[in-house]
T-cell receptor, first 110, second 114 residues
Framework: KNEVEQSPQNLTAQEGEFITINCSYS?????LHWLQQHPGGGIVSLFM???GKKKHGRLIATINIQEKHSSLHITASHPRDSAVYIC????????????FGKGMKLTVNP | NAGVTQTPKFQVLKTGQSMTLQCAQD?????MSWYRQDPGMGLRLIHY???????DQGEVPNGYNVSRSTTEDFPLRLLSAAPSQTSVYFC?????????????FGPGTRLTVT
């Protein structure tokens, strides 16, 4: 079983919809990263969380350490949000290495 | 700032050839990493460095070498290319480790080994 699981694997939405992307992990962590990979391939960091909630524009990321779960919410989705969203965790203790989920492909139709 | 740059963007190699993928960053970041991305799999760590002169193996290091002689540069060497190394390669850097710092990624190098 992968240490980081994302669901759903693919999601198609209509412009304007509220979208939730989930990430569950099975190891103790010290931080969780949400990344966005554009159709052209570039990867950008959206959030880094160790507790609670962060907001940037239309994006909100939350994490529940006890339940080993994080969500990325997109409000008022737009076709330009179409991308692959990747969750990655930094295990607690020792290594700084990131463990990545397989990503979730989001398509937002106009 | 240019951020993290990678060259080349695309490369085709024949089995057995060697080559170096270049990665540079101008943000004075201590941490640099190389990942490969294959269809249906998450990014996997090849090698990483926590500072000039210090490197360590990641999850899939076989067939690859790295060195870190300066803070800015972190080249990845393929010693004898194999078709299994066909992949997209990303270099990343951060000010500190992944436990507390944002990761910055290069644009990627798409490598095909025939």
């Amino acid at each position: 079983k992968n240490e980081v699981e994302q669901s759903p694997q693919n999601l198609t939405a209509q412009e304007g919809e509220f979208i939730t992307i989930n990430c569950s992990y099975s190891v103790g962590i010290s931080a969780l990263h949400w990344l966005q990979q554009h159709p052209g391939g570039g990867i950008v960091s959206l959030f880094m969380l160790s507790s609670g909630k962060k907001k940037h524009g239309r994006l909100i990321a939350t994490i529940n350490i006890q339940e080993k779960h994080s969500s990325l919410h997109i409000t008022a989705s737009h076709p330009r949000d179409s991308a692959v969203y990747i969750c990655a965790v930094a295990r607690s203790g020792g290594s700084e290495k990131l463990v990545f989920g397989k990503g979730m492909k989001l398509t937002v139709n106009p | 700032n240019a951020g993290v740059t990678q060259t080349p963007k695309f490369q085709v190699l024949k089995t057995g050839q060697s080559m170096t993928l270049q990665c540079a960053q101008d943000m004075n970041h201590e941490y640099m990493s190389w990942y490969r991305q294959d269809p249906g799999m998450g990014l996997r760590l090849i090698h990483y460095s926590v500072g000039a002169g210090i490197t360590d193996q990641g999850e899939v290091p076989n067939g690859y070498n790295v060195s870190r002689s300066t803070t800015e540069d972190f080249p990845l060497r393929l010693l004898s290319a194999a078709p299994s190394q066909t992949s997209v390669y990303f270099c990343a850097s951060s000010k500190g480790g992944s436990r507390g710092y944002e990761q910055y990624f290069g644009p990627g190098t798409r490598l095909t080994v025939t």
